[in-house]
């Protein structure tokens, strides 16, 4: 079997069980007398076509982004009207714009509809040490002012979730760095892709632990579990599709992070 007709199979089994999954929690869900109907419709829709964008985004195909914006706009739904509001900005004031930018990055890097994948490149080991450690200062500030914003926020009386708020601050921080890197077609973006996954598993399963108001909330953990599994896929795929030489880093990657 070659590796597109193995990858298609791969993306097919996996949103046949999200979907089906999803459908499942879904009704059960909204069978109960105090389900929030209309926020878990958003929630199971967003989840739906987050994870189309997602197994495009692995496949290399430049329609991840169409979803994306679905994806993105639900997204922020929810979030908002959990709380979350580092998560809510992410989604509102800079992933949704950067969807309109990867289109037209990854449409100057040759992907062209479902039958022509981006070209893929790869970070030199010296852009990758000052990626990482500016993330993990970059982390530790969002994570000191989305505390601040919990304590000033929360009712009298209640302590802040340290854990939610730590993985609410990790989802922010290496969801700009993934969509920086997404968008400008660099293989790297799927290691971050899975602290992603894996931050927002530890996010949403805080506030389904934690949170009266969760009926959609296994909804979201369950959509990260899938995406995980996605991502580990994405990243055995580009380390292929960004195998062969390429041109050098753009302009603004060339300028930070210049040998």
């Known amino acids: 079997?070659?590796?597109?007709?193995?990858?298609?199979?791969?993306?097919?089994?996996?949103?046949?069980?999200?979907?089906?999954?999803?459908?499942?929690?879904?009704?059960?869900?909204?069978?109960?007398?105090?389900?929030?109907?209309?926020?878990?419709?958003?929630?199971?829709?967003?989840?739906?076509?987050?994870?189309?964008?997602?197994?495009?985004?692995?496949?290399?195909?430049?329609?991840?982004?169409?979803?994306g914006i679905l994806d993105v706009v639900a997204c922020a739904i929810v979030t908002s009207d959990n709380g979350a509001w580092g998560d809510f900005g992410?989604?509102?004031?800079?992933?949704?714009?950067?969807?309109?930018?990867?289109?037209?990055?990854?449409?100057?890097?040759?992907?062209k509809g479902a039958q022509k994948e981006v070209r893929a490149r790869r970070l030199t080991w010296k852009q990758r040490g000052l990626i990482a450690a500016g993330s993990l200062c970059c982390l530790a500030v969002t994570y000191v002012i989305l505390f601040k914003i919990q304590e000033a926020t929360i009712a009298?009386?209640?302590?802040?979730?340290?854990?939610?708020?730590?993985?609410?601050?990790?989802?922010?921080?290496?969801?700009?760095?993934?969509?920086?890197?997404?968008?400008?077609?660099?293989?790297?973006q799927w290691v971050v892709w899975n602290i992603v996954n894996l931050s927002n598993i530890g996010l949403w399963g805080i506030i389904m632990l934690t949170e009266p108001q969760g009926d959609y909330t296994i909804v979201m953990f369950v959509k990260y579990c899938f995406y995980?599994?996605?991502?580990?896929?994405?990243?055995?795929?580009?380390?292929?599709?960004?195998?062969?030489?390429?041109?050098?880093?753009?302009?603004?990657?060339?300028?930070?992070?210049s040998s």
């Open 156 to 188: 009298d009386g209640m302590t802040v979730n340290k854990g939610k708020v730590f993985f609410d601050a990790a989802v922010l921080t290496f969801n700009i760095i993934g969509q920086i890197l997404m968008s400008l077609a660099y293989m790297e």
């Open 1 to 67: 079997m070659n590796e597109k007709k193995f990858n298609k199979i791969f993306g097919t089994i996996l949103m046949t069980l999200m979907a089906a999954t999803i459908v499942l929690i879904t009704v059960f869900k909204a069978s109960q007398e105090d389900a929030r109907l209309a926020m878990l419709i958003i929630a199971s829709f967003g989840t739906l076509t987050g994870f189309a964008s997602a197994l495009l985004s692995a496949n290399g195909i430049i329609w991840t982004f169409l979803f």
């Open 90 to 111: 992410l989604h509102v004031f800079y992933l949704l714009p950067m969807q309109f930018i990867g289109i037209w990055q990854w449409r100057k890097r040759g992907a």
């Open 228 to 257: 995980l599994i996605n991502s580990i896929n994405g990243l055995r795929i580009w380390l292929k599709l960004s195998q062969a030489p390429d041109s050098p880093p753009p302009v603004l990657l060339k300028n930070w992070f």
